[in-house]
């Protein structure tokens, strides 16, 4: 699977928590205490796409849309406040926000067309995201509350997959402009578009480091999938798996020491970790099903996946060292696609 209405002018609550089904939404920052660690997922359990949050253990799986039709795509804003998502609740796939909590689900885009994958920037005032209103594929960014969409990539060819730097000031992205899958970046703004890849390869999910420093992607110029990184100006372009099985989706480790990969080298598609330099290449999962979507837990210890070894897909977590593997869903529809809470 692929695999906002909001002007953030309030907090979840004021000194006090609230309890939704078990699981504790508390208040963020400024003295009020931290708030809990959460995932997000999507599941079909009710006979359609809804998202769930859970806490990291598996506990208090709470439906939070509710709704006859397809909610997917769930995405954290950065204060853990609100969720953005996908519904074709009102007959297409449009953007909405809720609340962590799943109240006050708003719809952002009215749009005929298609709209898609939801990106919040850095300090949770806009929103990236990819629709089909211009007769193909664009990068929009509009304000966190909807406001002010703008086609920013605004090229006849297929822009997708738009990532933030960790500024905010820049998205990265990835384009066909050129008769095959680059990666781009450009100012938040949509000007200075620049080619950093310019390969006849395919060069595709781009991944900025923590710092900023660098991008992680993965490309298929060496006859399979391995993974790269280079500067952030294009330069440096290094192969750092290099290895005959396929090797894609990077995920940086948030103090940027390490990636998460999924790999095909096993034979099957596992779990990777190395260093961010791509020596000690290791295999987290060793199942005999397959696991994909790695994503860390804000403090680094674990990486939550999905798999379906069980038989159908499900959500685990391991620890960052492939230690104390938990598997946190358990039902006989489809979990997918985990996103810790930051």
């Known amino acids: 699977m692929k695999t906002k209405k909001s002007m953030l002018v309030s907090s979840l609550c004021a000194g006090a928590a ?8 508390g208040c963020g920052g400024g003295g009020g205490g931290s708030l809990p660690t959460l995932i997000a997922f ?23 849309t509710n709704n006859a039709a397809a909610d997917q795509e769930p995405v954290w804003s950065p204060d853990g406040s609100k969720i953005a998502f996908l519904s074709d609740r009102d007959g297409n796939d449009e953007i909405y926000v809720m609340n962590a909590d799943g109240t006050n689900q708003t719809r952002l885009t ?16 806009k929103i990236a995201f990819e629709s089909f209103r211009d007769g193909n594929v664009e990068i929009y960014v509009m304000n966190a509350d909807g406001t002010n969409q703008t086609n920013a990539t605004n090229n006849p060819a297929v822009d997708i997959d738009p ?19 680059e990666i781009y970046v450009m100012n938040a703004d949509g000007t200075s578009q620049t080619n950093l890849t ?29 993974l790269y990184v280079m500067s952030t100006d294009g330069a440096n372009q290094t192969n750092l798996t290099n290895n005959a099985g ?20 096993d034979g099957n598609y596992e779990i990777y970790a190395m260093n961010a330099d791509g020596t000690n290449q290791t295999n987290l999962t060793n199942s005999t099903g397959s696991d994909s979507s790695p994503m860390w837990s804000p403090d680094g210890s674990r990486i ?39």
């Open 110 to 125: 009215s749009d005929p067309a298609t709209d898609f994958n939801p990106l919040w920037s850095p300090n949770g005032s």
């Open 163 to 181: 990532v933030w730097s960790p500024d905010g000031s820049k998205i990265a992205f990835r384009s066909f402009r050129d008769g095959n899958n």
């Open 42 to 64: 999507v599941s079909d359990r009710d006979g359609n796409w809804e998202i769930y949050v859970m806490n990291a253990d598996g506990t208090n799986q709470t439906n939070l």
């Open 246 to 265: 396929d090797d894609d989706s990077p995920v940086w480790s948030p103090d940027g020491s390490k990636i998460a990969f999924v790999s095909h080298r």
């Open 304 to 342: 939550a996946y999905a798999s379906n070894s069980s038989g159908n897909w499900e959500i685990y977590t391991t620890e960052a060292d492939g230690g104390s593997q938990a598997r946190l869903t358990n039902n006989a529809a489809l979990d997918v696609g985990p996103v810790w809470r930051p």
């Open 198 to 226: 310019n390969n006849a390869g395919d060069d595709r999910d781009p991944a900025w480091s923590p710092d900023g420093s660098k991008i992680a992607f993965w490309s298929g110029r060496d006859g399979n999938r391995e």
């Open 18 to 25: 609230l309890a939704l089904s078990g699981i504790q939404f």
